[in-house]
């Protein structure tokens, strides 16, 4: 069984910074895709940025310029650099790794960003 488990998250001011990290453990072979998505309240769920296992990366137009992702194969473990931080980028903060035709889910870690 594989799980997911996130780190990093809390309260932040505006303008400031915050590293998540996203460690997995269980039985794993292999993550092809890895990446960060996030829901705020009263809104859907969407995609932060994703990285492949080659190290190609996509990011929303919103986190552009400001957040880096990256990831350890090694150690199964995904990262997302965020900076310049605004109040809109409050949310929970999901990691999400496909093996397969599998994707598991973190439980989540919130982010919170005061102005």
């Known amino acids: 069984q594989v799980q997911l488990v996130e780190s990093g998250g809390g309260l932040v001011q505006a303008g400031g910074s915050l590293r998540l990290s996203c460690a997995a453990s269980?039985?794993?072979?292999?993550?092809?895709?890895m990446g960060w998505y996030r829901q705020a309240p009263g809104k859907e769920r969407e995609l932060v940025a994703r990285?492949?296992?080659?190290?190609?990366?996509n990011y929303a137009d919103s986190v552009k310029g400001r957040c880096t992702i990256s990831r350890d194969n090694a150690k199964n473990t995904v990262y997302l650099q965020m900076n310049s931080l605004k109040p809109e980028d409050t949310a929970v903060y999901y990691c999400?790794?496909?093996?397969?035709?599998?994707?598991?889910w973190g439980q989540g870690t919130q982010v919170t960003v005061s102005s």
């Open positions: 999400a790794a496909a093996s397969g035709s599998v994707l598991y």
């Open positions: 269980g039985t794993i072979f292999s993550f092809t895709t």
């Open positions: 990285i492949s296992m080659s190290g190609s990366t």
